[in-house]
């Protein structure tokens, strides 16, 4: 057992001295700055991969650039637990929009590059009445996926009935893409989140 | 033979010698720079984390998964193959990997950049490297990381001596790491002709973190149920393989930019 012990144990050390950075902006209204100079360390804007969004255009992660971003992954045909993360994400669109914060883009990464397409993710924004001047519903290929899921701290896996496994994250990204706060609980608390976008912005709420 | 034909005949002779020594030079490079890969044979597998077919049907009967034949690097990837990697990629380099792809333990066992601790460590595997790492050394060459049942489907080799492979795990568990690794290849390979998949490091897979273990497990009565969106049900098909639940559970700890000195890996392709 000492070597498996002596492993957790660094891996618990590794844990807790990976700190997510935060960030202070002095910028009211990053969205609209155009972003510049070199993305920090831990930005997730490195994967440099591509992906498709609902009107069919081909985007990189870095489009996202410039302001704060609500982020979650998951798939549209999914009957449990999953409509509840773009709900959460659409209750803290509206609690954002009540406190007057700037605007706050909303990303959707889908886990079922085969079944969830650019159209399909259309129809499934319409559906669900997402205000796609603040959302973009994103599909991408295997690594695309698997590289971002592995980034944002998302376990998936294909089941059998030709669904998902997958944990229900929603992580807030600062203008340059460094994760600034994660929950990983669907019963996500939406005050909480919305006063974490309003530090983003350094703007009290109202 | 006259006075003639004597000089020639020992130039002929040191010739052919120099020619066999350069082609054995060449071979013995050949194995250390390139990686020797074997096939591995379509088959059965059940994992050890079976799949049922949906939430409330637990108790259905568990059909095999067909794994298709692949290739699998013969040995670990090694310190002076991953050298070779970085001098291509110099976004590899540990001076200049973002922490994003790889926590500041990359390659910490180096001495920098280009140059690892000694000659030794050249035949030793490479540890210390993230899964973004690994997976971006196996693109270079065109592979993946092989998936998590690959993996295991590889170690399962059949049936084939699988107590001793259970009694050897069970013992590279209990030992303390060892100040150095050993080279590669130095045990004996399994049937398929794969080596050191137990006892020398722990490895990266392509899916390491899509098993979601104890408290993630969804179905459980804690409050993280509901961090976790499950349409399958999980079960484990051999509740005493303990070596299966440390191998799970340590992929499963790990995060993808996380380099750890015990966790190496090798690379997969298509037959």
């Not at chain 2, 690994?134 to 693109?139: D, V």
């Not at chain 2, 998936?147 to 295991?152: F, K």
Request: with cysteine; aromatic share 10%; charged share 20%.
């Amino acid at each position: 057992m000492m070597r498996a012990t002596a492993f957790l144990l660094s891996l618990l050390i590794g844990f807790f001295s990976c700190p997510a950075a935060v960030t202070a902006h002095d910028d009211h209204t990053p969205h609209m700055m155009k972003a510049a100079g070199p993305l920090p360390g831990m930005s997730i804007y490195h994967l440099t991969s591509s992906w498709v969004n609902q009107d069919g255009e081909r985007v990189s992660l870095e489009t996202l650039r410039g302001g704060p971003v609500v982020v979650a992954m998951g798939y549209t045909s999914c009957k449990d637990i999953c409509p509840m993360i773009v709900a959460d994400m659409m209750a803290i669109e509206d609690r954002a929009k009540e406190a007057s914060l700037p605007q706050i883009r909303f990303a959707f990464f889908t886990l079922d590059s085969t079944v969830d397409t650019p159209e399909r993710l259309k129809a499934y924004a319409n559906e669900r009445g997402l205000d796609q001047a603040d959302w973009t519903l994103f599909n991408g290929d295997d690594k695309a996926v698997r590289e971002l899921a592995a980034a944002l701290g998302v376990r998936y896996r294909r089941d059998p009935s030709g669904g998902f496994d997958h944990s229900a994250i929603i992580s807030i990204l600062d203008a340059d893409g460094q994760i600034v706060a994660q929950q990983p609980d669907v019963r996500a608390n939406v005050e909480e989140m919305v006063k974490k976008l309003a530090l983003l912005f350094k703007a009290p709420m109202h | 033979m006259s006075e003639e034909t004597r000089p020639r005949t020992w130039t002929v002779a040191v010739a052919v010698t120099g020619v066999i020594f350069v082609t054995m030079t060449a071979t013995a490079l050949a194995v250390l720079v390139s990686s020797p890969m074997v096939r591995i044979p379509a088959g059965d597998f059940v994992s050890f984390f079976r799949e049922g077919p949906g939430k409330g049907k637990a108790g259905v009967a568990i059909i095999p998964q067909r794994i298709p034949a692949f290739r699998l690097d013969a040995f670990p990837v090694t310190n002076g193959q991953f050298l070779d990697f970085v001098r291509e990629h110099p976004q590899w380099r540990r001076s200049q990997v973002k922490p994003l792809f790889a926590d500041h333990h990359y390659l910490a066992n180096w001495l920098g950049d280009l140059r690892l601790s000694d000659d030794a460590a050249a035949s030793q595997p490479v540890t210390n490297v993230s899964w973004f790492a690994a997976e971006a050394y196996c693109e270079a060459r065109g592979l993946r990381l092989p998936t998590t049942d690959q993996w295991e489907y590889a170690l399962a080799d059949q049936g084939r001596r699988q107590n001793e492979i259970e009694q050897r795990s069970l013992a590279w568990f209990s030992t303390p790491n060892p100040g150095r690794l050993g080279a590669v290849g130095r045990g004996e390979p399994n049937g398929y002709g794969v080596y050191d998949l137990v006892g020398l490091v722990w490895e990266w897979t392509l899916d390491h973190n899509s098993f979601m273990t104890g408290s993630e497990q969804r179905n459980t009565s804690s409050k993280d149920d509901a961090a976790f969106c499950g349409s399958g049900s999980i079960g484990v098909s051999d509740a005493a393989n303990y070596p299966a639940f440390m191998r799970y559970a340590m992929r499963s700890s790990l995060k993808a930019n996380y380099a750890v000195e015990n966790v190496g890996f090798r690379c997969e392709g298509d037959e």
